[in-house]
């Protein structure tokens, strides 16, 4: 041992303490292991030290001849009990966070306060020579008086230990207690924490999590369920209904294949009749968006059977009035004609109906005439790499064939019937005319094809290959070493 550390063994004591705390602070959190490691390594040289010079922490403290000296011993003993519990729980901390992640993290706590309280025991023991079973009876009352006076504070920490034990739900988990529903940002020794969808946080007590009805959403993890509830006219026929509505969820893309989705009758009164379409999406984030999308394509595909929504105006469209002069009102493209235009509009329109899985308009053919989908979904299919591959799914309302009717151009994708379709046909001699004469119409059609054009291309060209980073580490790794 250098001559200097056996001369001043309580000046370098002292000194690796300092030189602990501050490798500790000034070492980044993400370099974890190095700090584990230079943390063992200062205990490991602070204990030959103290032993070295005959500061033994299992014995009472040396030089009692000189009090300084004495008091100065006394106190890095007990420090050598400090440090060696703290130790021992990073250690244990790092472990368990390898095991159990941050989930563990109200038990790694407990697991530290239980070796901090042993550590000073024991240094009250050894160091300070006190009798160990008068401090533990004087303890004791002093925990009994405590724990009446912190009764709801510690149901609230044995509460989070059995969270945190039965695991029902982890950091990140969408759940929902007692009717509050959020994102679990944190759990600790009293309270459970969660960011509800609105931005809020909301502070549950983990003795009333622990007792109230815990609803998980993110398990299993790959599927999270939602329903949409419509009510419909009485005199609608409910097997139309359940036809629409099952049309809408073969429409809607993010709704999982597998569990099926389904219509389910709820209620009937006398004022309307109720149906529930429930479903399954691969991921929280898009519960609203396709919610949102389903609600849309359920009218669309209701209102494509003739069947109205309570919340619409029933008898909105006389009942005299042909298919294809109804599908002209419900177009976002068509509506803008007057009505005179409109009556002879949907007479020189078309019907067309084909079966599922047959072709309607095949990429790469030059479309003369345009369809107007009625009822049924249209799969939309892109070519990427040689594969083909479902970009997405039109509905009633939507148009096809608008790329030849503008510029003479073939079609980007094939579309093709997903369900039963109907579609309503209008040839390129009639609509040119009318494209000429409304250029409202005309603005509105190539909105769409330049929106489509863009969407094609987004969809099939390769992402940017990101360059990977060449250096000394990386030929390490791939070595191996």
């Known amino acids: 041992m250098p001559s200097f550390i056996a001369d001043h063994p309580m000046l370098c004591a002292v000194a690796l303490i300092f030189i602990d705390i501050a490798v500790w602070r000034l070492i980044s959190a993400d370099l974890a292991n190095w700090k584990l490691a230079a943390r063992l390594v200062i205990f490991a040289v602070f204990s030959v030290v103290l032993f070295n010079d005959g500061m033994n922490p299992m014995q009472t403290a040396p030089y009692a001849d000189d009090t300084t000296l004495h008091l100065a011993a006394t106190a890095l003993q007990i420090g050598w009990w400090l440090f060696a519990a703290r130790t021992l729980t990073v250690l244990l901390g790092a472990v368990m966070m390898q095991r159990v992640g941050h989930t563990g993290r109200l038990l ?204 619409a105006t029933e008898g909105s469209t006389p009942p005299a009035v042909s298919g294809a002069r109804a599908l002209l009102e419900r177009s976002s493209i068509f509506s803008t004609l007057r009505q005179e235009e409109k009556d002879t509009f949907s007479q020189n329109m078309t019907l067309h109906t084909y079966r599922a899985g047959e072709m309607i308009l095949a990429a790469g053919e030059v479309s003369d005439h345009l369809f107007i989908i009625e009822s049924g979904v249209v799969s939309v299919l892109l070519v990427k790499d040689g594969h083909k591959f479902e970009a997405g799914r039109m509905g009633p309302g939507e148009v096809i064939g608008e790329s030849g009717i503008l510029s003479e151009q073939a079609a980007l994708a094939d579309f093709s019937a997903k369900t039963y379709c109907t579609l309503y046909r209008i040839e390129n001699e009639y609509l040119k005319p009318c494209l000429d004469a409304r250029h409202d119409i005309g603005e509105a059609m190539k909105a769409l094809l330049d929106f489509r054009r863009h969407a094609a291309q987004a969809l099939t060209e390769d992402a940017p290959v990101v360059p990977v980073k060449k250096g000394f580490l990386q030929w390490l790794r791939k070595r191996g070493l």
């Open 108 to 311: 790694q706590d407990l697991m530290g306060a239980v070796i901090f309280l042993i550590a000073i025991i024991a240094a009250m023991a050894y160091v300070l020579d006190l009798p160990v079973k008068g401090v533990l009876a004087t303890s004791g009352a002093v925990a009994i008086i405590v724990g009446l006076a912190l009764q709801s504070t510690l149901s609230d920490v044995f509460s989070g230990i059995v969270l945190n034990t039965t695991k029902p739900y982890q950091i990140d988990d969408w759940i929902s207690i007692d009717g509050t529903e959020g994102r679990v940002t944190d759990i600790d020794w009293r309270a459970t924490r969660l960011q509800t969808s609105q931005g809020s946080l909301a502070v549950i007590p983990n003795s009333l999590a622990a007792k109230a009805k815990i609803i998980n959403f993110s398990r299993p993890a790959d599927m999270f369920g939602l329903a949409v509830s419509l009510q419909v006219s009485p005199h609608a026929r409910p097997q139309t209904v359940i036809e629409a509505l099952e049309r809408a969820m073969q429409g809607c893309r993010p709704l999982l294949a597998q569990p099926a989705p389904s219509v389910a009758f709820k209620a009937s009164t006398s004022g309307g009749v109720e149906y529930e379409i429930s479903g399954f999406v691969p991921a929280m984030g898009l519960k609203r968006e396709t919610r949102n999308l389903l609600y849309d394509l359920a009218y669309r595909h209701l209102q494509a059977a003739g069947v109205g929504l309570l919340s």
